[in-house]
């Protein structure tokens, strides 16, 4: 059976969803960014953190079961998770960026990535 390709409306509820899990477990600020128009490999980052490693992988699981808890995708890799200090989870479309606060600040990638549009999740 062919696999279908998502559209954008239903790869952009699954960001959201991503966003809206990620947020109820910190109380660090989620971001959206819309990087399809400067990047060819993704469309959006959802960019979140938390204080501890704990807090961090559980993050990333929370939002890896809410995104197939609506009939989304699992991610296609996932790295990072020996040392939760930043988990990133590619689901091709989109890529969840979870840091613990100092490599966030570290990397700032809201600041890499400044000049594009931020999504409003809420």
Do not use: C
């Not at 477990?25 to 989620?30: A, F, P, V, Y």
């Amino acid at each position: 059976m062919p696999e279908t390709i998502p559209s954008e409306q239903t790869s952009l509820s699954w960001v959201v969803e991503a966003a809206r899990a990620a947020a109820a477990k910190t109380d660090e600020s989620t971001v959206v960014l819309d990087v399809g128009e400067v990047l060819s490999i993704t469309g959006w980052f959802v960019v979140t953190g938390g204080t501890n490693t704990r807090q961090v992988r559980t993050i990333a699981e929370t939002v890896e079961e809410a995104v197939a808890a609506i009939g989304g995708p699992k991610p296609l890799r996932i790295e990072g998770l020996d040392s939760s200090q930043w988990i990133l989870m590619d689901y091709g479309d989109f890529i969840v960026h979870v840091f613990l606060d100092e490599t966030r600040a570290f990397y700032d990638l809201e600041r890499l990535w400044r000049d594009v549009p931020v999504v409003d999740w809420t």
